[in-house]
């Protein structure tokens, strides 16, 4: 039998097992019965593999189809097929590949196979309308598919963020960031662009909610003892872009997984035997995005109501974050409407080429102030909930190699402090353009130093 159209054996393996190769297998093993191939006692039981069996036993049976190991009945009751000849010219029947349980048709159906054809037909005809279903939500996601193309080439100059740079050379320079901001401001959209842009090959999203527990990182077992991969395994260990949203909203024990992961770039995988350890490739980006900063320090955030983000995550991001709120360019774009050029969105604070040439001395800057910033934390009578630890100097060098000033590295630092705790150092939260979606950290730095060498932490404004 000759199926146009028909999938090699190395498509079946790249199809997904439930949206792909199940429906695919079920089309033939219709295309069989209507050809009269299968009687519909063979049919049922191929169905019943395909509904309950593995991917390796499908994948058994589409190669055991695709090599016409499927046999007949003629006439006479005797069992016609493909199977090589032997000696006394009768054809003999190869067997399934192992693993695969599918019974051998007989030459004819006992008296019990019979009285239930009805049965059988009336299973066949909801399994064929199953089929028709799942063809028709096919071809229905095809056609969104084909829309949403329609649309990109529509709209081929796609508007960006105004963060978007910002938070691009976050990822490029420490693979991860972490990005916070309301509701609809295109965090997740940002992330596809980003995707793009730093030329990934594969794009995953989870949505870290209450619900979701390690076994959607780090795999599962089926009920026969099959280790389950995920798509964010494949990632971590092979590249591509991973967007973790929701990330305020998380389980404690899965955000504890990810720690080792976005620190150590290792993650466990215990149920995977013989290669427990799944270690994060060069070419994987990491991208957090959540409404709030992880506490009650929610500048930002006001009104989400979320969980309280372990300090041991947040130092991940210490200085690898960045403040995505409304942006009135994309509004009018979206809307319909000219770019209004008077909104001005600032832009990181540079280096002068001069400087660059000469990079130790604004190292050095930044380690001065980093250093003071970690002693006025480590006193005993502030008592506040922040850390600058090792990575606040290793990102920020990174950072100011890359052209930023010691100022503006410190500026992303302190994004996450509450109002009360920058007010104690000489700094202050900018809500002034709130409404263009400009939220900044103004710093006098005369104050700031005092505010650090202020053993007491009196106000300095």
Same mark, same amino acid.
């Given at each position: 039998?000759?199926?146009?159209?028909?999938?090699?054996?190395?498509?079946?393996?790249?199809?997904?097992?439930?949206?792909?190769?199940?429906?695919?297998?079920?089309?033939?093993?219709?295309?069989?019965?209507?050809?009269?191939?299968?009687?519909?006692?063979?049919?049922?039981?191929?169905?019943?593999?395909?509904?309950?069996?593995?991917?390796?036993?499908?994948?058994?049976?589409?190669?055991?189809?695709?090599?016409?190991?499927?046999?007949?009945?003629?006439?006479?009751?005797?069992?016609?097929?493909?199977?090589?000849?032997?000696?006394?010219?009768?054809?003999?029947?190869?067997?399934?590949?192992?693993?695969?349980?599918?019974?051998?048709?007989?030459?004819?159906?006992?008296?019990?196979?019979?009285?239930?054809?009805?049965?059988?037909?009336?299973?066949?005809?909801?399994?064929?309308?199953?089929?028709?279903?799942?063809?028709?939500?096919?071809?229905?996601?095809?056609?969104?598919?084909?829309?949403?193309?329609?649309?990109?080439?529509?709209?081929?100059?796609?508007?960006?963020?105004?963060?978007?740079?910002?938070?691009?050379?976050?990822?490029?320079?420490?693979?991860?960031?972490?990005?916070?901001?309301?509701?609809?401001?295109?965090?997740?959209?940002?992330?596809?662009?980003?995707?793009?842009?730093?030329?990934?090959?594969?794009?995953?999203?989870?949505?870290?909610?209450?619900?979701?527990?390690?076994?959607?990182?780090?795999?599962?077992?089926?009920?026969?003892?099959?280790?389950?991969?995920?798509?964010?395994?494949?990632?971590?260990?092979?590249?591509?872009?991973?967007?973790?949203?929701?990330?305020?909203?998380?389980?404690?024990?899965?955000?504890?997984?990810?720690?080792?992961? #976005?620190?150590?770039?290792?993650?466990?995988?215990?149920?995977?035997?013989?290669?427990? #350890?799944?270690?994060?490739?060069?070419?994987?980006?990491?991208?957090?995005?959540?409404?709030?900063?992880?506490?009650?320090?929610?500048?930002?955030?006001?009104?989400?109501?979320?969980?309280?983000?372990?300090?041991?995550?947040?130092?991940?991001?210490?200085?690898?974050?960045?403040?995505?709120?409304?942006?009135?360019?994309?509004?009018?774009?979206?809307?319909? #409407?000219?770019?209004?050029?008077?909104?001005?969105?600032?832009?990181?604070?540079?280096?002068?080429?001069?400087?660059?040439?000469?990079?130790?001395?604004?190292?050095?800057?930044?380690?001065?102030?980093?250093?003071?910033?970690?002693?006025?934390?480590?006193?005993?009578?502030?008592?506040?909930?922040?850390?600058?630890?090792?990575?606040?100097?290793?990102?920020?060098?990174?950072?100011?190699?890359?052209?930023?000033?010691?100022?503006?590295?410190?500026?992303?630092?302190?994004?996450?402090?509450?109002?009360?705790?920058?007010?104690?150092?000489?700094?202050?939260?900018?809500?002034?353009?709130?409404?263009?979606?400009?939220?900044?950290?103004?710093?006098?730095?005369?104050?700031?130093?005092?505010?650090?060498?202020?053993?007491?932490?009196?106000?300095?404004?």
């Amino acid at each position: 039998m000759i199926i146009e159209n028909k999938p090699t054996t190395k498509l079946y393996k790249d199809m997904k097992v439930k949206t792909e190769l199940r429906p695919e297998a079920r089309k033939i093993i219709n295309k069989l019965v209507e050809l009269g191939e299968i009687s519909r006692s063979r049919a049922s039981d191929y169905r019943r593999q395909i509904k309950y069996g593995s991917k390796n036993t499908i994948l058994n049976l589409m190669t055991s189809l695709e090599e016409n190991m499927i046999y007949t009945e003629d006439e006479s009751g005797s069992s016609q097929g493909n199977g090589e000849s032997q000696g006394n010219g009768e054809s003999q029947p190869r067997p399934f590949p192992e693993g695969n349980t599918l019974p051998m048709e007989q030459g004819a159906q006992s008296p019990q196979v019979k009285n239930g054809d009805k049965q059988e037909q009336r299973i066949d005809g909801l399994e064929q309308k199953v089929d028709n279903i799942a063809e028709m939500i096919s071809q229905g996601m095809l056609g969104a598919q084909q829309g949403n193309q329609q649309n990109q080439a529509i709209q081929s100059e796609e508007i960006r963020h105004w963060q978007f740079d910002r938070v691009k050379l976050l990822l490029e320079t420490n693979k991860l960031a972490l990005c916070v901001g309301e509701a609809g401001t295109g965090k997740t959209h940002m992330a596809e662009q980003l995707s793009k842009d730093l030329n990934c090959k594969q794009f995953h999203a989870l949505s870290l909610t209450s619900g979701m527990s390690e076994a959607h990182l780090t795999g599962r077992m089926n009920v026969m003892g099959e280790f389950i991969d995920t798509e964010f395994l494949n990632i971590v260990e092979n590249g591509g872009f991973l967007l973790l949203d929701e990330f305020d909203n998380g389980d404690p024990d899965v955000m504890n997984g990810l720690n080792s992961l #976005l620190s150590n770039g290792f993650i466990s995988v215990p149920l995977r035997k013989d290669n427990e #350890l799944a270690l994060l490739h060069d070419d994987t980006y990491i991208l957090c995005t959540a409404n709030t900063w992880g506490g009650s320090n929610s500048s930002g955030g006001s009104g989400y109501v979320r969980k309280q983000i372990d300090l041991a995550t947040l130092n991940r991001f210490t200085c690898s974050k960045a403040y995505v709120g409304f942006d009135s360019h994309i509004n009018n774009y979206l809307m319909g #409407l000219p770019r209004d050029e008077s909104i001005k969105y600032p832009k990181p604070t540079k280096l002068t080429k001069a400087d660059m040439l000469d990079i130790l001395p604004s190292i050095k800057e930044m380690q001065r102030i980093f250093t003071q910033v970690r002693k006025y934390i480590m006193c005993e009578n502030m008592q506040l909930r922040q850390l600058c630890s090792q990575r606040a100097f290793i990102q920020g060098s990174l950072l100011v190699r890359q052209g930023w000033t010691p100022t503006e590295v410190l500026r992303t630092y302190l994004l996450d402090w509450s109002d009360d705790e920058l007010k104690r150092i000489g700094a202050r939260r900018d809500k002034s353009r709130e409404e263009n979606g400009i939220i900044s950290v103004k710093i006098s730095m005369t104050k700031f130093w005092n505010g650090l060498n202020d053993g007491n932490g009196d106000d300095n404004e």
